[in-house]
T-cell receptor, first 112, second 109 residues
Framework: NAGVTQTPKFQVLKTGQSMTLQCAQD?????MSWYRQDPGMGLRLIHY???????DQGEVPNGYNVSRSTTEDFPLRLLSAAPSQTSVYFC???????????FGPGTRLLVL | GQSLEQPSEVTAVEGAIVQINCTYQ??????LSWYQQHDGGAPTFLSY????GLEETGRFSSFLSRSDSYGYLLLQELQMKDSASYFC??????????FGTGTRLTVIP
């Protein structure tokens, strides 16, 4: 099993550009989430999904969209990048039967 | 709202024992998790306490007291590789986690 994979690992954007951060898991987990982590801070929940076709907002959803068309994939879209979105983004998944969240390696995003 | 408070930094000597505390204020509390994150890496799960008491996993133990809204992570026989950030986290609603701001542990020789 590859676990949770994320692409790209690094990305530089200009203000106003859009992009999609990819996330996939091969563990057949129902729950998937996107978090952002800023320097010296914990992780803050952006959006989450409890199954294909179902998504909901987390703590900091503004400026981001998500969709969940399959169990495996949960892409995060930045509609119009802003410098405040410079951060490290982590995707995570978990089974509905366990509390363990499995995190991907992260995407480091710099918005100029 | 939700808040989980942890000390920002802790330093301990190799081979010693260290305790990292977490106090929380949450609505609809389900349990407390602990995650480890090395610099540049992803968080990895350490433990989860759904009930009061101590959970032991090798050198790591985690404790929860619901009546005190308090938990801690105990690391024994510290090794240099234990230098990392440690986060407590509580389920936000029933579906995902709300994280504390983390404790940076530095293990010194």
């Amino acid at each position: 099993n590859a676990g949770v994979t994320q692409t790209p690992k690094f990305q530089v954007l200009k203000t106003g550009q859009s992009m999609t951060l990819q996330c996939a898991q091969d563990m057949n987990h129902e729950y998937m989430s996107w978090y952002r982590q800023d320097p010296g801070m914990g992780l803050r929940l952006i959006h989450y999904s409890v199954g294909a076709g179902i998504t909901d907002q987390g703590e900091v959803p503004n400026g981001y969209n998500v969709s969940r068309s399959t169990t495996e994939d949960f892409p995060l879209r930045l509609l119009s990048a802003a410098p405040s979105q410079t951060s490290v983004y982590f995707c995570a998944s978990r089974s509905g039967l366990q509390e363990t969240q499995y995190f991907g390696p992260g995407t480091r995003l710099l918005v100029l | 709202g939700q808040s989980l408070e942890q000390p920002s930094e802790v330093t301990a000597v190799e081979g010693a024992i260290v305790q990292i505390n977490c106090t929380y204020q949450t609505s609809g509390f389900y349990g407390l998790s602990w995650y480890q994150q090395h610099d540049g890496g992803a968080p990895t799960f350490l433990s989860y306490n759904a009930l009061d008491g101590l959970e032991e996993t090798g050198r790591f133990s985690s404790f929860l007291s619901r009546s005190d809204s308090y938990g801690y992570l105990l690391l024994q026989e510290l090794q240099m590789k234990d230098s990392a950030s440690y986060f407590c986290a509580a389920p936000s609603g029933a579906n995902n986690l709300f994280f504390g701001t983390g404790t940076r542990l530095t293990v010194i020789p």
